[in-house]
């Protein structure tokens, strides 16, 4: 059994098929949504953790790229670099999922990896370029 975190970015032409339906009843898998974006005929974004026997779950992901679907690894996917923050604030207007906040009474910005939806908003909105993106295909499973 394997369990692994990934973000599906779906483009606009695919975003309304039935990806999780065949996830679960065609590969087995067990499929824990955790974090969804969805708009009709526009990109989507979900985040979710996948669990299932590893060649179930390999052949999931094959299947996925033949549809057209990004796949991300979301582990360590969005970094902080704290040291960088001057604590300015502008992330936390942006960020869509208070994965960035700003903890009273301390008025100082933090960074919580498990509400990141791996937007890449913060990216562009920080600047100070405390925030960056690893996309390391390599550790994908
Ligand atoms: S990528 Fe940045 S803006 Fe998007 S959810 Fe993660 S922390 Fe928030
Ligand atoms: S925008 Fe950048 S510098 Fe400002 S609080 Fe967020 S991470 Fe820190």
Not at 71 to 79: A, C, P, R, S, T
Not at 120 to 129: F, G, I, S, W, Y
């Given at each position: 059994m394997i369990k692994q975190r990934i973000v599906l970015r779906f483009p606009p032409q695919i975003v309304e098929?039935?990806?999780?339906?065949?996830?679960?009843?065609?590969?087995?898998?067990?499929v824990n949504i955790l974090r969804a974006d969805i708009n009709p005929k526009k990109e989507g974004r979900v985040m979710m953790e996948l669990s299932g026997e590893e060649a179930d779950y390999l052949q999931a992901v094959g299947w996925m790229k033949n549809q057209g679907l990004q796949?991300?690894?979301?582990?360590?996917?969005?970094?902080w670099r704290s040291e960088r923050c001057t604590h300015c604030g502008a992330c936390t207007v942006i960020c869509p999922t208070e994965a960035l906040f700003f903890e009273r009474p301390e008025m100082t910005v933090h960074f919580a990896e498990d509400k990141c939806i791996v937007c890449?908003?913060?990216?562009?909105?920080?600047?100070?370029?405390a925030m960056e993106t690893l996309v390391d295909n390599t550790n994908f499973r």
């Open positions: 098929q039935p990806v999780i339906y065949h996830l679960i009843k065609d590969y087995n898998l067990m796949i991300m690894n979301l582990e360590q996917q969005i970094i890449e908003l913060c990216l562009r909105a920080c600047p100070a370029r």
